[in-house]
Nanobody, 116 residues
């Protein structure tokens, strides 16, 4: 089995910053990509950003220029640095990883709340 554990969510005022981390563990032989999705109340889960094993990154238009995704120093980790946060960034942020040839795994999520 593979486990993804997120950390770093919380409450922040608009304009502030948060740093989310996700650590993968378990039977991980290879990772094709890791990323972050979010789900706001009453809305569908959407991609925020992802990064491939080759280092290619992809961002939602709504976060470009404000969020940065990177691989952590520890193996199988991914970081999401979120700056200039807006109330519309509020939601549960989920870590996602495509591992072992294409199997998707999800973390349990971490809540980010941005107050106006």
């Amino acid at each position: 089995q593979v486990q993804l554990v997120e950390s770093g969510g919380g409450l922040v005022q608009a304009g502030g910053s948060l740093r989310l981390s996700c650590a993968g563990s378990g039977m991980i032989l290879s990772i094709k990509a890791m990323g972050w999705y979010r789900q706001a109340p009453g809305k569908q889960r959407e991609l925020v950003a992802d990064i491939t094993s080759g280092g290619n990154t992809n961002y939602a238009d709504s976060v470009k220029g404000r969020f940065t995704i990177s691989r952590g120093n520890a193996e199988n980790t991914v970081i999401l640095q979120m700056n200039s946060l807006k109330p519309e960034d509020t939601g549960v942020y989920y870590c996602n990883a495509i591992v072992n040839g294409g199997i998707p795994y999800w973390g349990k999520g971490t809540l980010v709340t941005v107050s106006s």
